[in-house]
C-alpha cells in the first residue's frame, strides 16, 4: 500500500520536528523551506532521509499531500498556502499534529506578553515537584520531536496566536490566558478583535473537566470572554480586588484559592520575579501547581529560586555604577512598558527596529517619567522620533549594537540603567532577538 504523503512548510524547530514524528507514523514524509534551513536542521534531515528543498516550494510535491504542516511563520496570505486550501488539503500547525499521537496532558499558555516567563516559571515549578513533564511549543525543543522521542505524562505548552489559528480539534486540558494587547495586527487585519478571537481558540473544545485560567484585571480579554462559549472551570487572577477561586493580591501578599482548605498565601518579596507583570505571571504558574495538587512548600520554594529566560530583562554588568539589562525578547511595545516599569528611573532606553505597526502612545508617560535619552537601533526610526521628540531630550540613531552601546555609555552617568528593550523585530540588522541580545551583550563586556 502506498504511503500517505505529509508535506511540511517551514525547516525550523517545529518543521523538523514535525517531520521526524510524520515518518514515525509511516508517512512519506516531504519537506519546503522557501528560505535557508540552519545547518543542524539539514543534517538531521539527512541523518533520517527524510527528502527537503530550500530556496522554493515544489508546488507539484506539496500538493501530493493528503495533509500540510505549515511553520507559524507563514501567513495564510502566503500563495502556497491560497494553493493548497483551493485543493481543499488541510493545514495544521506542528502542535496540533503531535497532540494526535500523545496521550500526555497539556497545559498550554498564551498572551501578548510574559508566556516565555510564565511557560518556563510554571515548568520549573512542576518538574521540581517531580512530575514527568516537558517543554515545548514557541520554546525549547519542539512539540512533535518531543512526541516522537521522549514519554512525558505532561507537557507546558508556550502557545502563539499563529499556532493557535492552525490548531481544531486540539484540547488544552489547563488553557492560561495572560493578556491580550497589540501584537502582530499585521496577520489580523490591524483588527484587535481579530486578534483577541485567534487568543481565544485556547479554549476550544475544553470540556467541564478542563480548567481555563486568566486575568480579571485585562479589559481585552474580559471584552473577549463576553463574545467566547467556555465549558471549562474558570480560575481568575488578580491585583485589583478579592478573588473567591483563583488568585488575588492582599498587603503585598498572593493568595492563591483553589482548594479552599488550603489556600498558598507567598509574600512578593519572597518571589525571584519582581515587577508587577510578573506577579499576574507568578499567579498564573501558583493556580496551575495548585490545581494539580503541588505541595505549598515545594510551590514557595520554586518561586523562590526561578532564574529568568536569556534576553528577557538580563542584568548583564554593572559598569562604574551603571547597570545594562538585556531585553531584546521585547518585540512589541507593551513589553516595553513592562521592562520600563521593573527598572528604576533615569534609564538610556535602547530601542527600535522593524516596526509591526506599533502604537507608542500607550509608551508616553513611561517614557517621560523614567528615561532620559533614547538610542535608536534600526534602519528606519523615524516613527521612534516622531512619537517621543517632546518626551525626551536627546534621541540618538545607531545602526549596530555596538555602536550603540558606545553611544548609551557616553550618555549614563552613575546610578542610570542603560535598557535595551526594543519594541520591534530584530530582522533588519539582526538574524533574530537572541542575536540582537547576544550582540548587545558582547558589546557592554568590551567596555
Known sequence: MEKQRIAILGGGESGVGAAMLAQKQGFDVFLSDFGTIPTQYKEKLQELNIPFEEHTHSRAEILKAVEVIKSPGIPDAAGIIKEIKAKQIPVVSEIEFAKRYTNAKTICITGSNGKTTTTMLTYHVLKNAGLNIGLAGNIGQSFAAQVATSDFDWYVLEISSFMLDDMYDFKADIAVLLNITPDHLDRYD??????????????????????????????????????????????????????????????????????????????????????????????????????????????????????????????????????????????????????????????????????????????????????????????????????????????????????????????????????????????????????????????????
Open 190 to 447: 490591524y483588527k484587535l478583535d481579530n486578534y483577541a478571537a485567534s487568543k481565544m481558540r485556547i479554549v476550544q473544545n475544553q470540556s467541564s473537566d478542563d480548567i481555563f485560567i486568566y486575568c480579571a484585571d485585562d479589559e481585552e480579554t474580559l471584552k473577549a470572554l463576553k463574545n467566547a462559549k467556555v465549558n471549562s472551570k474558570k480560575y481568575p487572577f488578580s491585583i485589583r480586588k478579592k478573588i473567591e477561586e483563583g488568585a488575588y493580591l492582599e498587603d503585598n501578599n498572593i493568595h492563591i484559592n483553589i482548594n479552599l482548605n488550603d489556600p498558598l498565601i507567598m509574600s512578593i518579596t519572597e518571589l525571584a520575579l519582581q515587577g508587577k507583570h510578573n506577579i499576574y505571571n507568578s499567579m498564573a504558574s501558583g493556580i496551575v501547581a495548585k490545581v494539580l495538587e503541588i505541595r505549598n512548600s515545594s510551590i514557595r520554594e520554586s518561586m523562590g529560586d526561578f532564574r529568568n529566560i536569556e534576553h528577557r530583562l538580563e542584568h548583564v554588568a554593572k559598569i562604574s555604577g551603571v547597570d545594562y539589562i538585556n531585553d531584546s525578547k521585547a518585540t512589541n511595545v507593551n513589553s516595553t512598558w513592562y521592562a520600563l516599569e521593573s527598572v528604576g528611573a533615569d534609564v538610556i532606553l535602547i530601542m527600535g527596529g522593524v516596526d509591526k505597526g506599533n502604537d507608542y502612545d500607550m509608551l508616553k508617560d513611561m517614557v517621560r517619567q523614567k528615561v532620559k535619552a533614547i538610542v535608536c537601533l534600526g534602519k528606519d526610526n523615524k516613527r521612534i522620533h516622531e512619537a517621543f521628540e517632546d518626551d525626551v531630550e536627546i534621541i540618538v540613531n545607531t545602526f549596530s549594537a555596538h555602536e550603540a552601546v558606545q553611544v548609551a555609555y557616553h550618555l549614563a552617568k552613575k546610578g542610570n540603567t542603560v535598557l535595551l528593550s526594543p519594541a520591534c523585530a530584530s530582522f533588519d540588522l539582526f538574524k533574530n532577538y537572541e542575536d540582537r541580545g547576544n550582540q548587545f551583550k558582547a558589546a557592554v563586556k568590551e567596555l
